[in-house]
């Protein structure tokens, strides 16, 4: 090939690279970008649109954009800026937008920064909640670790954000021991008889060795008022202190009182009609109750409200269960104990039991339970109460006269008189009958009054 040749052919090749080039900056710069090409947006960030002008040919007007940014959304988005040029030539250029989430999640502690744990325990984990802006609820990738007495709590996001907290084990016991009082806290004996103890419960986080010094003295020979301070004491000296009230009461018979006592109520169709009788009348009763459905609180309630005596009969008065055993029998009584506190806020100790603790049925479930039962109510604070006037109104009396005549032939002026009746629902008989035996008793002398715990117990024989 000639030198000629060559040369004509590097001139039309420096051409047409020129050509080229010049096409492609044509088409390429055609469009200018306002703003960064690469925009980093924070999550949920309000995105402006910068736009994009025209380099040649055109008004920028003509430029089409085309996309949009989701803010709320962690992601690359692009948006295109186009348009034709030359005709039918078309050119773009991109944006790129990246919405980037670059706040760390948060983690709350359940309990206290610094935890104090007993010299030779282990930490029980209380617990933390993990939550991020983005991702919501992190708590399950949270990751716990632990470096002698500082646990390390961290948990990452989905954009890779993280977060470290710290929690501090203190060696030390400042926890009292946990100190509670069998039976009553307020106990009322009779002067002349056994107090007996019911003693307590303590423990500690810490140890077993936990002293309980008991402060005080009963005198059951002389009628008074007796404090007993209860203070347990563990091996850092962590103290706690609980008092109880003990009341020597006189057992002299409050003669010619009437105490008129219901039992197994309550019930919706009998008790506000006893309960309306006894306002009227000015006269205070005691209420033996049992369980029924939650329906029938309010009157429990409206008893005690009404300045009546609330006491415990059973909370199924099945013989059956109730009598099956010792345990058995106070854990029936402990439930109806327990709604009764519900109800009023007021824990009570008066009892009856089912059938009177003269009853041969419970002969069928247990052999000499009543003999045992009588004796470990007063040990646990108990006073139960039988009677010594009956209505009648539970067996075969069918009329009002009858159950009238049954309690004014049992009244006695020289004794108190504890007259057992009963609301269960229907009880027409006794309902008719309660205000002409209250009018009796006004009329003759007697006086009326309410069950508590200073009142003289009234007992039957025990067949079993």
């Not at 006592?261 to 309960?275: E, M, N, Q, R, V």
């Not at 027409?428 to 003289?456: C, H, Q, S, W």
Request: charged content about 25%.
């Amino acid at each position: 090939m000639s030198k000629k040749v060559i040369k004509i052919t590097m001139i039309v090749t420096i051409i047409l690279t020129i050509f080229i080039l010049g096409v492609f900056a044509l088409l390429h710069y055609s469009i200018k970008l306002n703003g960064q090409k690469v925009v980093h947006l924070a999550l949920n960030a309000e995105y402006h649109e910068s736009g994009a002008e025209m380099n040649f040919f055109k008004p920028s007007s003509a430029i089409k954009v085309i996309g949009e940014v989701n803010s709320s959304k962690v992601g690359t988005y692009k948006i295109k800026y186009e348009t034709k040029i030359l005709g039918n030539i078309k050119v773009s250029r991109t944006r790129i937008v990246e919405v980037v989430d670059e706040i760390s999640p948060t983690i709350t502690l359940v309990g206290s920064e610094t935890v104090n744990v007993c010299d030779d325990g282990e930490y029980q984990e209380e617990g933390y909640e993990a939550t991020d802006n983005y991702d919501g609820d992190l708590t399950d990738k949270v990751v716990v670790e632990r470096e002698d007495d500082i646990i390390f709590y961290t948990v990452k996001d989905t954009s890779n954000n993280s977060v470290t907290i710290r929690r501090f084990l203190k060696r030390q016991d400042v926890e009292k021991p946990k100190l509670t009082l069998k039976g009553s806290t307020n106990m009322v004996v009779l002067v002349g008889s056994t107090y007996n103890e019911p003693g307590y419960e303590v423990s500690d986080n810490c140890t077993e060795k936990v002293e309980v010094k008991v402060d005080g003295k009963v005198d059951n020979k002389k009628v008074g008022t007796y404090t007993l301070t209860y203070t347990a004491t563990d091996e850092s000296g962590n103290s706690t202190s609980l008092k109880r009230t003990v009341r020597v009461a006189s057992n002299t018979s409050s003669k010619g009182v009437i105490y008129l006592t219901f039992d197994d109520g309550p019930s919706a169709t009998s008790t506000p009609k006893i309960l309306e009788i006894l306002k009227k009348k000015k006269v205070k009763a005691t209420f033996f109750v049992i369980n029924h459905d939650a329906s029938l609180d309010y009157l429990i309630k409206q008893e005690y409200d009404e300045g009546h005596t609330v006491a415990l009969h059973s909370y199924t008065h099945k013989y059956d269960k109730v009598y099956a055993s010792v345990d058995a029998y106070f854990k029936d009584l402990t439930k109806i104990q327990d709604k009764v506190e519900k109800i009023t806020g007021v824990k009570s100790y008066i009892s009856r039991f089912p059938g009177g603790s003269s009853n041969t049925i419970s002969r069928r479930y247990k052999k000499g339970i009543m003999t045992t039962l009588v004796k470990e109510v007063r040990d646990r604070g108990f006073h139960y109460f039988d009677w010594n006037v009956s209505s009648g109104d539970a067996g075969d009396v069918k009329t009002s006269d009858k159950v009238y005549k049954n309690v004014i032939n049992g009244l006695s002026k020289s004794r108190s008189n504890v007259v057992l009746m009963h609301d269960f629902a229907n009880n027409k008989k006794t309902v008719d009958a309660l205000e002409r035996i209250i009018d009796y008793g006004l009329e003759n002398g007697y006086v009326f009054d309410k069950i508590d715990m200073t009142t003289p117990m009234v007992t039957h024989g025990v067949n079993n």
